[in-house]
């Protein structure tokens, strides 16, 4: 079955700006989470979404935002973009909320961001 | 301050050796822990994991070993292959689900 699919693979975009990034979840998967990835910080947890319902935020700023649609497809935007914000920004999905044991969560492949 | 914690940026090891990847944490509320491994290019890919009620969980080549007490994780592989040369990440789960990442580690097998 095809995997988490996220667009734009990359992107460059100006301070100031505001982007927007989609996922796909695998087939039947319910929750979408996101993650920043930096070589300073490492893998850091942003989201999670559930139902079209938010259910976890990491600490991150208001400007980083998301939403899930009915299909399960998210989306995740970050508004005012700062240099500090160049990162991949990797999508999951899994079946069931991040809460429920034992689950394991798929990764999409990435969408590489570049502030200039 | 760091919840997980993965002190060795990288790690170079023999074809044929063990690999030995540690992981400390310092939330002792983690329920779950979890190894993924990463390619460049790539996400993450989930490798193993294990219940903090457990303190190991072999799958293959692939062992991981949790003490509660020292609040540390090992990820083993043996024997190591030059496939195995990735970036290995070290998860701790909280209650509500959130997934805290430690910083990676490069493991580089050698033929």
């Known amino acids: 079955k095809a995997g988490v699919t996220q667009t734009p693979r990359y992107l460059i975009k100006t301070r100031g700006q505001q982007v927007t990034l989609s996922c796909s979840p695998i087939?039947?998967?319910?929750?979408v989470s996101w993650y920043q990835q930096t070589p300073g910080q490492g893998l850091q947890f942003l989201f999670e979404y559930f139902s079209e319902t938010q259910r976890n935020k990491g600490n991150f700023p208001g400007r980083f935002s998301g939403r899930q649609f009915s299909n399960s497809r998210s989306e995740m935007n970050v508004s005012t973009l700062e240099l500090g914000d160049s990162a991949l920004y990797l999508c999951?999905?899994?079946?069931?909320?991040?809460?429920?044991?034992?689950?394991?969560?798929?990764f999409g492949e990435g969408s590489w961001l570049t502030v200039v | 301050d760091q919840q997980v914690k993965q002190n060795s940026p990288s790690l170079s090891v023999q074809e044929g050796r063990i690999s030995i990847l540690n992981c400390d944490y310092t939330n002792s509320m983690f329920d779950y822990f979890l190894w993924y491994k990463k390619y460049p290019a790539e996400g993450p890919t989930f490798l193993i994991s294990?219940?903090?009620?457990?303190d190991k969980n072999e799958d293959g080549r692939f062992t991981v070993f949790l003490n509660k007490s020292a609040k540390h994780l090992s990820l083993h592989i043996v024997p190591s292959q030059p496939g195995d040369s990735a970036v290995y990440f070290c998860a701790a789960r909280e209650v509500q689900g959130n997934l805290i990442f430690g910083k990676g580690t490069k493991l580089s097998v050698k033929p």
């Open positions: 087939s039947g998967h319910r929750s």
């Open positions: 294990i219940s903090s009620i457990k």
């Open positions: 999951a999905s899994s079946l069931v909320g991040l809460q429920d044991s034992g689950n394991t969560i798929y």
